[in-house]
């Protein structure tokens, strides 16, 4: 018989995930009259179908139960509009050194390589920034100043690097071709009207939504 003590698994150090309830008494008590089962009915598992007909899909439970209200979409706006400027600054800064500025002084010989190459950059800068910071503490420093962060719908645990990459993806990668502002617009002003998660529609592409922090 080995006398090694038993492994448990580590404890999750992601404080915003929800855990799940936490029965009381022993497993091992006394079983109730009747012969029923001591573990009782088991509860019902968090998430459910999050896009079902439902606020927990086809009448499960409520995947943002026991998480922080909904953000306003308002404040949403202005959190984004705080981080393009941020990062606009960066790529104004990076392009004006490495030349790669969208115009010429004369309207008539517009660069086009250049003008690809500023959107270029501004997308791969958008994404990695979106990226780095949602998946490190769920908040962008536009999110964190106006007291907001990106959840998991399922857990509400801070989204990993590929659902944090997914969701800069669909929203910023626009950048580099065409359109950026009107995609940026419909994308981010989706939370406005959806229902019940108030989620954008790289919030959708990524399971994920944005809750008061």
């Given amino acids: 018989m080995s006398t090694e003590p038993p492994q448990y698994p580590p404890p999750d150090d992601d404080p915003f995930k929800k855990q799940p309830p936490q029965g009381s008494g022993s497993p091992y008590d006394t079983p109730p009259p009747g012969g029923g089962s001591p573990y009782g009915t088991p509860p019902p598992p968090y998430g459910g179908d999050p896009y079902g007909g439902g606020p927990g899909g086809h009448g499960g439970p409520d995947p943002l139960a026991g998480m922080p209200p909904l953000a306003d979409s308002g404040k949403r706006v202005l959190a984004r509009i705080i981080d393009m400027i941020l990062v606009g600054v960066v790529v104004w800064l990076l392009t ?8 010429d002084i004369d309207p008539d ?3 086009t390589g250049r003008s690809f190459g500023q959107s270029l950059l501004a997308a791969v800068l958008y994404i990695a920034y979106d990226t780095f910071m949602i998946s ?6 536009g999110k964190k100043w106006l007291g907001m962060r990106v959840a998991n719908l399922n857990d509400g645990a ?7 990459l997914a969701r800069a993806a669909v929203l910023w990668l626009p950048f580099a071709f065409c359109c950026a502002c009107i995609w940026t617009a419909i994308c981010g002003g989706w939370s406005f009207f959806d229902k019940p998660y108030k989620q954008g529609l790289h919030d959708k592409a990524a399971k994920t939504v944005v809750v008061s922090a």
């Fill in 136 to 141: 490190k503490t769920g908040q962008t420093l």
């Fill in 96 to 103: 004006w050194l490495f030349g790669t500025s969208e115009y």
């Fill in 158 to 164: 801070t989204p990993a690097v590929s659902t944090a």
């Fill in 109 to 111: 010989k517009v660069n």
